[in-house]
Protein backbone atom coordinates (compact mmCIF):
# COMPACT_ATOMS: atom_id res chain seq x y z
CA UNK A 1 0.00 0.00 0.00
CA UNK A 2 1.48 3.56 -1.00
CA UNK A 3 1.77 5.70 1.50
CA UNK A 4 -0.47 9.14 0.91
CA UNK A 5 1.98 11.68 -0.58
CA UNK A 6 3.20 15.11 1.39
CA UNK A 7 1.98 17.90 -0.87
CA UNK A 8 4.24 20.08 1.12
CA UNK A 9 7.22 18.31 0.86
CA UNK A 10 6.88 17.29 -2.75
CA UNK A 11 5.97 20.37 -4.40
CA UNK A 12 7.91 22.59 -1.85
CA UNK A 13 8.09 25.96 -3.91
CA UNK A 14 4.73 26.27 -5.47
CA UNK A 15 3.11 28.83 -5.28
CA UNK A 16 -0.20 28.08 -7.61
CA UNK A 17 -3.17 27.28 -4.81
CA UNK A 18 -4.82 25.70 -7.79
CA UNK A 19 -1.78 22.92 -8.03
CA UNK A 20 -1.44 22.50 -4.49
CA UNK A 21 -5.37 21.98 -4.45
CA UNK A 22 -5.52 19.66 -7.05
CA UNK A 23 -2.28 17.53 -5.62
CA UNK A 24 -3.72 17.40 -2.40
CA UNK A 25 -7.24 16.36 -3.89
CA UNK A 26 -6.50 12.64 -3.19
CA UNK A 27 -5.25 9.83 -6.01
CA UNK A 28 -5.75 10.61 -9.68
CA UNK A 29 -8.00 8.68 -11.84
CA UNK A 30 -9.01 7.74 -15.23
CA UNK A 31 -11.39 9.46 -17.38
CA UNK A 32 -14.20 7.02 -19.09
CA UNK A 33 -17.12 7.88 -20.79
CA UNK A 34 -17.60 11.07 -19.09
CA UNK A 35 -16.67 9.85 -15.46
CA UNK A 36 -13.38 10.07 -13.43
CA UNK A 37 -13.37 6.57 -12.10
CA UNK A 38 -10.44 4.31 -9.89
CA UNK A 39 -9.09 1.49 -12.25
CA UNK A 40 -10.79 -1.58 -11.95
CA UNK A 41 -7.56 -3.61 -10.22
CA UNK A 42 -7.73 -0.34 -7.92
CA UNK A 43 -3.84 0.43 -8.25
CA UNK A 44 -2.17 3.15 -8.02
CA UNK A 45 1.38 4.04 -9.03
CA UNK A 46 3.34 7.52 -7.91
CA UNK A 47 4.74 10.17 -9.67
CA UNK A 48 7.51 11.77 -8.32
CA UNK A 49 8.86 15.30 -8.43
CA UNK A 50 12.25 14.86 -10.07
CA UNK A 51 13.78 17.55 -8.51
CA UNK A 52 13.53 16.26 -5.16
CA UNK A 53 12.57 12.30 -5.78
CA UNK A 54 9.28 13.35 -3.38
CA UNK A 55 5.60 11.71 -4.29
CA UNK A 56 3.25 14.12 -5.84
CA UNK A 57 0.48 12.18 -6.00
CA UNK A 58 -0.64 8.76 -6.57
CA UNK A 59 -2.67 8.27 -9.84
CA UNK A 60 -5.09 5.29 -11.25
CA UNK A 61 -2.67 2.53 -13.36
CA UNK A 62 -5.26 1.98 -16.13
CA UNK A 63 -4.55 -1.71 -17.78
CA UNK A 64 -6.62 -3.96 -20.25
CA UNK A 65 -9.81 -3.72 -18.56
CA UNK A 66 -9.63 -0.31 -18.58
CA UNK A 67 -8.74 0.33 -21.83
CA UNK A 68 -11.72 -2.14 -22.81
CA UNK A 69 -14.01 0.41 -21.04
CA UNK A 70 -12.65 3.21 -22.39
CA UNK A 71 -12.64 1.94 -25.59
CA UNK A 72 -16.34 1.45 -25.37
CA UNK A 73 -17.32 4.83 -24.54
CA UNK A 74 -15.16 6.06 -26.94
CA UNK A 75 -16.89 4.00 -29.77
CA UNK A 76 -20.29 4.98 -28.36
CA UNK A 77 -19.78 8.54 -28.85
CA UNK A 78 -18.06 8.14 -32.22
CA UNK A 79 -21.02 6.01 -33.19
CA UNK A 80 -24.12 7.14 -31.59
CA UNK A 81 -22.70 10.69 -29.91
CA UNK A 82 -22.96 14.15 -31.81
CA UNK A 83 -19.59 14.91 -31.68
CA UNK A 84 -18.51 13.27 -35.26
CA UNK A 85 -21.63 15.14 -36.74
CA UNK A 86 -21.41 18.26 -34.70
CA UNK A 87 -20.94 21.12 -37.80
CA UNK A 88 -17.71 22.45 -38.26
CA UNK A 89 -18.00 25.79 -36.92
CA UNK A 90 -19.43 24.38 -33.59
CA UNK A 91 -16.51 21.84 -33.31
CA UNK A 92 -14.15 25.10 -34.14
CA UNK A 93 -16.17 26.54 -31.41
CA UNK A 94 -14.85 24.36 -29.16
CA UNK A 95 -11.40 24.02 -30.09
CA UNK A 96 -10.79 27.45 -29.35
CA UNK A 97 -12.43 27.33 -26.06
CA UNK A 98 -10.00 25.10 -25.43
CA UNK A 99 -7.30 26.86 -26.14
CA UNK A 100 -8.58 30.03 -24.53
CA UNK A 101 -8.72 26.95 -20.90
CA UNK A 102 -5.26 26.74 -21.37
CA UNK A 103 -4.36 30.23 -21.19
CA UNK A 104 -6.55 31.05 -18.61
CA UNK A 105 -4.88 28.16 -16.65
CA UNK A 106 -1.62 28.79 -18.04
CA UNK A 107 0.81 29.70 -14.89
CA UNK A 108 -1.06 26.68 -12.73
CA UNK A 109 -0.44 23.95 -15.87
CA UNK A 110 3.32 25.55 -16.32
CA UNK A 111 3.73 24.62 -12.30
CA UNK A 112 2.04 21.53 -12.75
CA UNK A 113 4.37 20.52 -15.63
CA UNK A 114 7.60 22.13 -13.93
CA UNK A 115 6.72 19.84 -10.99
CA UNK A 116 6.50 16.48 -12.66
CA UNK A 117 8.64 16.52 -15.46
CA UNK A 118 11.62 18.73 -13.93
CA UNK A 119 11.77 21.40 -16.54
CA UNK A 120 12.19 25.07 -15.25
CA UNK A 121 8.99 26.48 -14.52
CA UNK A 122 9.95 29.98 -16.71
CA UNK A 123 10.21 27.30 -20.11
CA UNK A 124 7.42 25.27 -19.32
CA UNK A 125 5.41 28.90 -19.16
CA UNK A 126 7.19 30.29 -21.99
CA UNK A 127 7.07 27.24 -24.25
CA UNK A 128 5.13 24.41 -23.29
CA UNK A 129 1.94 25.60 -22.07
CA UNK A 130 1.23 28.71 -24.91
CA UNK A 131 2.16 26.09 -27.82
CA UNK A 132 -0.32 23.72 -26.35
CA UNK A 133 -3.03 26.50 -26.80
CA UNK A 134 -1.57 27.41 -29.82
CA UNK A 135 -1.66 23.76 -30.85
CA UNK A 136 -5.59 23.82 -30.41
CA UNK A 137 -6.18 27.03 -31.30
CA UNK A 138 -4.51 26.12 -34.93
CA UNK A 139 -6.65 22.70 -35.54
CA UNK A 140 -9.69 24.65 -34.55
CA UNK A 141 -8.81 26.88 -38.21
CA UNK A 142 -8.90 23.03 -39.46
CA UNK A 143 -11.98 21.98 -38.56
CA UNK A 144 -14.03 23.84 -41.33
CA UNK A 145 -11.21 23.30 -43.73
CA UNK A 146 -11.32 19.35 -44.67
CA UNK A 147 -12.37 19.31 -47.83
CA UNK A 148 -12.98 16.41 -50.45
CA UNK A 149 -12.88 16.81 -53.64
CA UNK A 150 -15.42 16.42 -56.89
CA UNK A 151 -13.25 14.36 -59.85
CA UNK A 152 -13.58 14.34 -63.34
CA UNK A 153 -14.89 10.84 -64.43
CA UNK A 154 -16.55 9.69 -66.84
CA UNK A 155 -19.57 11.54 -67.81
CA UNK A 156 -22.19 9.45 -67.08
CA UNK A 157 -21.10 9.83 -62.87
CA UNK A 158 -21.50 12.37 -60.50
CA UNK A 159 -18.00 11.41 -58.85
CA UNK A 160 -16.34 13.21 -55.52
CA UNK A 161 -14.30 12.04 -51.96
CA UNK A 162 -15.56 12.86 -48.43
CA UNK A 163 -13.16 13.06 -46.00
CA UNK A 164 -14.17 11.12 -42.72
CA UNK A 165 -12.71 10.55 -39.50
CA UNK A 166 -11.03 7.67 -38.65
CA UNK A 167 -12.73 6.82 -35.53
CA UNK A 168 -11.31 5.72 -32.15
CA UNK A 169 -7.90 6.85 -31.81
CA UNK A 170 -5.60 5.44 -29.23
CA UNK A 171 -2.36 8.56 -28.72
CA UNK A 172 0.33 7.31 -26.41
CA UNK A 173 2.51 9.96 -25.64
CA UNK A 174 6.19 10.35 -23.61
CA UNK A 175 7.17 12.64 -20.63
CA UNK A 176 9.47 14.95 -22.26
CA UNK A 177 6.73 17.65 -23.13
CA UNK A 178 3.40 16.01 -21.27
CA UNK A 179 1.02 18.93 -22.26
CA UNK A 180 2.23 19.57 -25.23
CA UNK A 181 2.51 16.37 -26.69
CA UNK A 182 -0.87 15.40 -25.70
CA UNK A 183 -1.93 18.65 -27.76
CA UNK A 184 -0.34 17.74 -30.39
CA UNK A 185 -2.49 14.39 -30.28
CA UNK A 186 -5.55 15.26 -29.26
CA UNK A 187 -6.42 18.67 -30.91
CA UNK A 188 -6.22 17.50 -34.31
CA UNK A 189 -8.21 13.97 -33.92
CA UNK A 190 -10.93 15.89 -32.37
CA UNK A 191 -10.88 19.01 -35.01
CA UNK A 192 -11.24 15.94 -37.69
CA UNK A 193 -14.33 14.66 -35.80
CA UNK A 194 -12.53 11.49 -33.88
CA UNK A 195 -13.24 10.20 -30.36
CA UNK A 196 -9.90 9.66 -28.62
CA UNK A 197 -8.09 7.60 -25.75
CA UNK A 198 -5.02 9.52 -23.99
CA UNK A 199 -2.35 7.50 -22.65
CA UNK A 200 0.27 9.89 -20.95
CA UNK A 201 3.49 8.82 -19.62
CA UNK A 202 3.64 7.09 -16.32
CA UNK A 203 6.12 9.77 -15.46
CA UNK A 204 4.31 12.59 -15.90
CA UNK A 205 0.35 11.85 -16.15
CA UNK A 206 -0.57 15.37 -14.05
CA UNK A 207 -0.58 18.02 -16.51
CA UNK A 208 -3.06 15.35 -19.05
CA UNK A 209 -5.40 15.01 -15.79
CA UNK A 210 -5.66 18.78 -15.35
CA UNK A 211 -6.00 18.75 -19.40
CA UNK A 212 -9.08 16.36 -18.78
CA UNK A 213 -10.95 18.30 -15.96
CA UNK A 214 -10.75 21.16 -18.46
CA UNK A 215 -12.20 19.33 -21.50
CA UNK A 216 -15.11 17.91 -18.91
CA UNK A 217 -15.37 21.81 -17.81
CA UNK A 218 -15.69 22.68 -21.17
CA UNK A 219 -18.69 20.13 -21.32
CA UNK A 220 -17.18 17.83 -23.97
CA UNK A 221 -19.82 15.29 -24.70
CA UNK A 222 -18.72 12.14 -22.65
CA UNK A 223 -16.24 9.40 -24.10
CA UNK A 224 -15.29 12.05 -26.93
CA UNK A 225 -11.93 12.39 -24.78
CA UNK A 226 -10.82 9.33 -22.42
CA UNK A 227 -7.65 9.31 -20.40
CA UNK A 228 -6.30 6.33 -19.21
CA UNK A 229 -2.91 6.76 -17.04
CA UNK A 230 -0.87 3.67 -16.62
CA UNK A 231 2.38 1.80 -17.58
CA UNK A 232 3.25 0.50 -21.10
CA UNK A 233 2.92 -2.86 -20.49
CA UNK A 234 -0.56 -2.74 -19.62
CA UNK A 235 -2.22 -0.01 -20.49
CA UNK A 236 -0.13 1.24 -23.58
CA UNK A 237 0.19 -2.57 -24.85
CA UNK A 238 -3.79 -3.05 -24.76
CA UNK A 239 -4.16 0.25 -26.48
CA UNK A 240 -1.84 -0.72 -29.14
CA UNK A 241 -3.26 -4.26 -29.84
CA UNK A 242 -7.18 -3.44 -29.13
CA UNK A 243 -9.03 -4.84 -31.89
CA UNK A 244 -11.72 -1.86 -31.42
CA UNK A 245 -9.38 1.08 -31.93
CA UNK A 246 -9.14 2.54 -35.33
CA UNK A 247 -5.69 4.29 -35.55
CA UNK A 248 -2.73 4.49 -32.80
CA UNK A 249 -0.67 7.65 -32.68
CA UNK A 250 2.70 7.31 -30.75
CA UNK A 251 5.06 9.18 -29.48
CA UNK A 252 8.10 7.72 -27.83
CA UNK A 253 11.55 5.49 -28.14
CA UNK A 254 11.81 3.35 -31.66
CA UNK A 255 11.85 0.41 -29.71
CA UNK A 256 8.77 1.00 -28.14
CA UNK A 257 7.61 2.09 -31.67
CA UNK A 258 8.08 -1.66 -32.72
CA UNK A 259 6.00 -3.04 -30.45
CA UNK A 260 3.16 -0.47 -31.11
CA UNK A 261 3.55 -2.04 -34.75
CA UNK A 262 4.23 -5.50 -33.96
CA UNK A 263 1.12 -5.55 -31.60
CA UNK A 264 -1.35 -3.29 -34.37
CA UNK A 265 -1.20 -5.87 -36.98
CA UNK A 266 -4.43 -7.69 -35.64
CA UNK A 267 -6.88 -5.42 -36.51
CA UNK A 268 -4.82 -3.89 -39.15
CA UNK A 269 -5.20 -0.40 -37.55
CA UNK A 270 -3.69 3.00 -38.70
CA UNK A 271 -0.32 3.76 -37.28
CA UNK A 272 1.81 6.93 -36.88
CA UNK A 273 5.16 6.83 -34.68
CA UNK A 274 7.60 9.80 -34.14
CA UNK A 275 10.68 8.22 -32.71
CA UNK A 276 13.89 9.01 -31.90
CA UNK A 277 16.71 11.54 -33.26
CA UNK A 278 20.26 11.71 -33.44
CA UNK A 279 20.10 15.09 -35.27
CA UNK A 280 23.07 16.61 -36.75
CA UNK A 281 24.07 20.10 -36.30
CA UNK A 282 26.76 21.09 -38.80
CA UNK A 283 28.48 24.05 -38.06
CA UNK A 284 30.58 25.50 -41.20
CA UNK A 285 33.31 27.99 -40.80
CA UNK A 286 31.40 30.92 -42.42
CA UNK A 287 28.94 30.43 -39.67
CA UNK A 288 27.87 33.26 -37.57
CA UNK A 289 29.34 32.10 -34.72
CA UNK A 290 27.77 34.29 -31.89
CA UNK A 291 24.39 32.73 -32.95
CA UNK A 292 25.53 29.46 -33.82
CA UNK A 293 27.70 28.41 -30.60
CA UNK A 294 24.20 29.25 -28.03
CA UNK A 295 22.31 27.70 -30.38
CA UNK A 296 24.39 24.90 -30.50
CA UNK A 297 23.93 24.55 -26.78
CA UNK A 298 20.49 24.93 -26.29
CA UNK A 299 19.69 22.52 -29.39
CA UNK A 300 21.73 19.73 -27.32
CA UNK A 301 21.06 20.98 -23.48
CA UNK A 302 17.51 22.30 -23.95
CA UNK A 303 14.71 20.38 -21.26
CA UNK A 304 18.18 18.71 -20.36
CA UNK A 305 18.47 17.10 -23.66
CA UNK A 306 15.09 15.03 -23.48
CA UNK A 307 14.35 15.84 -26.69
CA UNK A 308 13.78 13.88 -29.41
CA UNK A 309 14.95 16.44 -32.38
CA UNK A 310 18.05 17.64 -30.01
CA UNK A 311 21.08 18.38 -32.22
CA UNK A 312 23.36 15.86 -30.29
CA UNK A 313 26.05 15.17 -32.93
CA UNK A 314 27.47 18.67 -33.56
CA UNK A 315 30.21 18.56 -36.54
CA UNK A 316 32.19 21.02 -36.89
CA UNK A 317 34.17 22.33 -39.92
CA UNK A 318 37.90 20.69 -38.54
CA UNK A 319 40.47 24.07 -38.78
CA UNK A 320 37.49 25.84 -36.40
CA UNK A 321 36.85 22.66 -34.40
CA UNK A 322 39.15 23.71 -31.22
CA UNK A 323 38.12 27.19 -30.99
CA UNK A 324 34.14 26.56 -31.31
CA UNK A 325 34.77 23.78 -28.83
CA UNK A 326 36.58 25.69 -26.17
CA UNK A 327 33.48 28.57 -26.66
CA UNK A 328 30.55 26.35 -26.64
CA UNK A 329 32.25 25.34 -23.27
CA UNK A 330 32.51 28.42 -22.34
CA UNK A 331 28.86 29.28 -22.86
CA UNK A 332 27.65 26.22 -21.01
CA UNK A 333 29.51 27.21 -17.77
CA UNK A 334 26.46 29.72 -18.16
CA UNK A 335 23.70 26.77 -18.42
CA UNK A 336 22.40 27.52 -14.48
CA UNK A 337 21.21 23.95 -13.38
CA UNK A 338 18.96 23.97 -10.38
CA UNK A 339 15.22 23.73 -8.85
CA UNK A 340 13.30 23.94 -11.33
CA UNK A 341 10.94 26.55 -9.95
CA UNK A 342 13.63 28.91 -9.67
CA UNK A 343 13.07 31.60 -12.41
CA UNK A 344 17.11 31.66 -12.63
CA UNK A 345 17.38 28.13 -13.47
CA UNK A 346 18.24 27.17 -17.24
CA UNK A 347 18.28 23.31 -16.79
CA UNK A 348 16.42 20.73 -14.42
CA UNK A 349 16.92 17.32 -13.46
CA UNK A 350 16.28 14.66 -15.62
CA UNK A 351 12.37 13.48 -15.60
CA UNK A 352 13.20 9.52 -13.36
CA UNK A 353 15.66 7.46 -11.76
CA UNK A 354 15.57 5.18 -14.63
CA UNK A 355 16.74 7.98 -17.14
CA UNK A 356 19.33 9.35 -14.92
CA UNK A 357 20.97 6.08 -14.28
CA UNK A 358 20.60 5.44 -18.33
CA UNK A 359 22.38 9.03 -18.71
CA UNK A 360 25.41 8.46 -16.45
CA UNK A 361 25.77 5.01 -18.02
CA UNK A 362 26.49 7.11 -21.50
CA UNK A 363 29.16 8.90 -19.98
CA UNK A 364 30.88 5.67 -19.13
CA UNK A 365 30.29 4.47 -22.41
CA UNK A 366 31.75 7.55 -23.77
CA UNK A 367 35.19 7.82 -22.00
CA UNK A 368 35.50 4.62 -22.36
CA UNK A 369 35.22 4.88 -25.81
CA UNK A 370 38.13 7.05 -25.79
CA UNK A 371 36.02 10.83 -26.00
CA UNK A 372 37.53 13.37 -23.72
CA UNK A 373 34.84 15.22 -21.44
CA UNK A 374 35.57 19.70 -21.84
CA UNK A 375 32.90 20.36 -19.23
CA UNK A 376 30.57 18.18 -16.89
CA UNK A 377 30.75 14.34 -17.49
CA UNK A 378 29.26 13.33 -14.14
CA UNK A 379 25.80 13.96 -11.98
CA UNK A 380 25.77 16.95 -9.77
CA UNK A 381 25.36 15.66 -5.76
CA UNK A 382 22.42 15.71 -3.53
CA UNK A 383 18.68 14.98 -4.07
CA UNK A 384 16.83 15.08 -7.44
CA UNK A 385 18.06 13.46 -10.81
CA UNK A 386 20.46 16.13 -11.94
CA UNK A 387 23.03 15.03 -14.37
CA UNK A 388 25.36 18.35 -15.34
CA UNK A 389 25.74 19.34 -19.21
CA UNK A 390 28.23 17.05 -20.58
CA UNK A 391 30.54 18.20 -24.41
CA UNK A 392 32.50 15.23 -25.20
CA UNK A 393 35.00 15.81 -27.67
CA UNK A 394 37.21 13.60 -29.63
CA UNK A 395 34.06 11.51 -30.71
CA UNK A 396 33.67 9.75 -33.76
CA UNK A 397 30.42 9.24 -35.64
CA UNK A 398 31.10 5.43 -34.93
CA UNK A 399 30.71 5.14 -31.13
CA UNK A 400 27.86 4.52 -28.91
CA UNK A 401 27.37 8.16 -27.81
CA UNK A 402 27.15 9.54 -31.36
CA UNK A 403 24.97 6.70 -32.43
CA UNK A 404 22.17 6.14 -29.62
CA UNK A 405 19.74 8.42 -28.59
CA UNK A 406 21.08 9.52 -25.12
CA UNK A 407 18.08 11.27 -24.21
CA UNK A 408 19.96 13.84 -21.50
CA UNK A 409 22.49 16.53 -21.65
CA UNK A 410 25.25 15.10 -23.25
CA UNK A 411 26.83 16.16 -26.78
CA UNK A 412 29.28 14.68 -29.36
CA UNK A 413 31.38 17.03 -30.86
CA UNK A 414 33.27 15.46 -34.21
CA UNK A 415 35.18 17.27 -36.97
CA UNK A 416 34.07 17.38 -40.36
CA UNK A 417 36.54 17.89 -43.15
CA UNK A 418 34.46 19.95 -45.89
CA UNK A 419 31.15 19.67 -47.16
CA UNK A 420 30.59 15.85 -48.58
CA UNK A 421 32.30 14.77 -45.56
CA UNK A 422 29.77 16.75 -43.18
CA UNK A 423 26.19 15.56 -45.00
CA UNK A 424 27.86 11.95 -45.37
CA UNK A 425 28.73 11.73 -41.81
CA UNK A 426 25.24 13.61 -40.21
CA UNK A 427 23.43 11.02 -42.70
CA UNK A 428 25.18 8.24 -41.46
CA UNK A 429 22.75 7.44 -38.62
CA UNK A 430 19.57 5.21 -38.18
CA UNK A 431 17.85 7.86 -37.11
CA UNK A 432 16.38 10.53 -39.30
CA UNK A 433 14.14 13.43 -37.52
CA UNK A 434 15.86 16.68 -37.55
CA UNK A 435 18.98 18.21 -38.70
CA UNK A 436 20.84 22.27 -39.18
CA UNK A 437 23.47 23.70 -41.02
CA UNK A 438 24.98 26.93 -40.14
CA UNK A 439 26.79 29.28 -42.82
CA UNK A 440 25.99 31.99 -44.51
CA UNK A 441 26.81 30.89 -47.84
CA UNK A 442 22.74 30.56 -48.98
CA UNK A 443 23.64 28.07 -51.82
CA UNK A 444 25.06 25.60 -49.54
CA UNK A 445 22.29 26.11 -46.73
CA UNK A 446 20.12 24.87 -49.59
CA UNK A 447 22.50 22.41 -51.06
CA UNK A 448 22.85 20.71 -47.77
CA UNK A 449 19.49 21.25 -46.39
CA UNK A 450 18.23 18.90 -49.45
CA UNK A 451 21.40 16.49 -48.49
CA UNK A 452 20.34 15.81 -44.77
CA UNK A 453 18.13 12.62 -44.91
CA UNK A 454 15.55 14.39 -41.97
CA UNK A 455 12.00 15.40 -41.36
CA UNK A 456 13.18 19.22 -40.15
CA UNK A 457 16.21 21.04 -41.56
CA UNK A 458 16.99 23.78 -39.81
CA UNK A 459 19.15 27.04 -41.29
CA UNK A 460 21.16 29.50 -39.05
CA UNK A 461 18.89 28.20 -35.82
CA UNK A 462 17.91 25.49 -33.79
CA UNK A 463 14.89 23.88 -32.91
CA UNK A 464 11.93 25.68 -34.20
CA UNK A 465 8.92 23.77 -34.60
CA UNK A 466 5.53 25.52 -35.53
CA UNK A 467 1.93 24.11 -35.64
CA UNK A 468 1.71 24.39 -39.28
CA UNK A 469 4.41 23.10 -39.68
CA UNK A 470 4.50 19.23 -40.29
CA UNK A 471 6.80 17.30 -37.88
CA UNK A 472 7.99 13.58 -38.48
CA UNK A 473 10.59 11.44 -39.24
CA UNK A 474 12.80 10.05 -42.04
CA UNK A 475 13.77 6.42 -41.62
CA UNK A 476 14.00 4.68 -38.23
CA UNK A 477 12.45 8.02 -36.51
CA UNK A 478 8.75 6.96 -37.44
CA UNK A 479 6.14 7.39 -40.25
CA UNK A 480 3.34 9.93 -40.56
CA UNK A 481 3.72 13.65 -40.36
CA UNK A 482 2.18 15.07 -37.43
CA UNK A 483 1.05 18.96 -37.59
CA UNK A 484 0.33 21.08 -40.13
CA UNK A 485 -2.36 19.82 -42.72
CA UNK A 486 -0.24 16.43 -42.54
CA UNK A 487 -2.34 15.65 -39.29
CA UNK A 488 -5.35 16.14 -41.04
CA UNK A 489 -4.47 13.25 -42.75
CA UNK A 490 -3.80 11.28 -40.12
CA UNK A 491 -6.95 11.82 -38.51
CA UNK A 492 -9.39 11.03 -42.07
CA UNK A 493 -9.90 8.46 -43.83
CA UNK A 494 -10.84 9.11 -47.91
CA UNK A 495 -14.41 8.05 -49.23
CA UNK A 496 -14.91 7.75 -52.94
CA UNK A 497 -18.56 8.32 -53.99
CA UNK A 498 -19.82 7.61 -57.40
CA UNK A 499 -23.67 8.37 -58.32
CA UNK A 500 -24.92 7.32 -61.58
CA UNK A 501 -26.46 9.99 -63.09
P1 LIG B 1 11.02 6.55 -23.17
O1 LIG B 1 11.97 5.44 -23.51
O2 LIG B 1 11.40 7.86 -23.69
O3 LIG B 1 10.53 6.53 -21.74
P2 LIG B 1 8.91 5.05 -24.20
O4 LIG B 1 8.91 4.80 -25.65
O5 LIG B 1 9.30 3.96 -23.27
O6 LIG B 1 9.75 6.33 -24.00
O7 LIG B 1 7.51 5.57 -23.71
C1 LIG B 1 6.69 6.46 -24.41
C2 LIG B 1 5.25 6.08 -24.12
O8 LIG B 1 5.03 4.75 -24.56
C3 LIG B 1 4.85 6.10 -22.64
O9 LIG B 1 3.52 6.57 -22.53
C4 LIG B 1 4.94 4.64 -22.27
O10 LIG B 1 4.11 4.29 -21.18
C5 LIG B 1 4.45 3.98 -23.53
N1 LIG B 1 4.86 2.57 -23.70
C6 LIG B 1 5.96 1.96 -23.21
N2 LIG B 1 5.96 0.66 -23.55
C7 LIG B 1 4.85 0.43 -24.28
C8 LIG B 1 4.28 -0.71 -24.92
N3 LIG B 1 4.87 -1.89 -24.89
N4 LIG B 1 3.13 -0.55 -25.59
C9 LIG B 1 2.52 0.65 -25.66
N5 LIG B 1 2.98 1.75 -25.06
C10 LIG B 1 4.13 1.66 -24.37
Not at 60 to 80: C, I, L, N, S, Y
Not at 195 to 204: C, G, H, N, V
Not at 234 to 248: L, N, Q, R, T
Not at 304 to 315: K, N
Amino acid sequence: MAATPSVEIAARGAKQSAVLEFLKSGPKKLLIGGKWVASKSGKTFETINPANEEVLALVAEGDKADVDEAVKAARKAFEEGKWPKLGPHQRARFLFKIADAIDAHADELAELESLDNGKPLSQARAIDVPAAAETFRYYAGWCSKIYGETNPSDPSMFNYTLREPVGVCGQIIPWNFPLLMAAWKVAPALACGNTTILKPAEQTPLTAIRLGELLCELGLPDGVFNLITGFGPGAGSSIAEHPDIDKVAFTGSAEVGRLILHASEGNLKKVSLELGGKSPNIIFPDAEMEAAVPNAMMGVFYNSGQVCAAGTRIFVQRDIYDNFVEQLTKYTQGMTMGDPLDPKTKMGPLVSKEQFDKVKGYLDIGRKEGAKVTIGGEAAAGKGYYVKPTIFVDVNNDMRIAREEIFGPVAATIPFKDENDAVFQGNNTTYGLAAAVWTRDVGRAHKVARALKAGTVWVNCYGMVDPISPFGGYKQSGFGRELGKYAVDLYTQVKTVFVKL
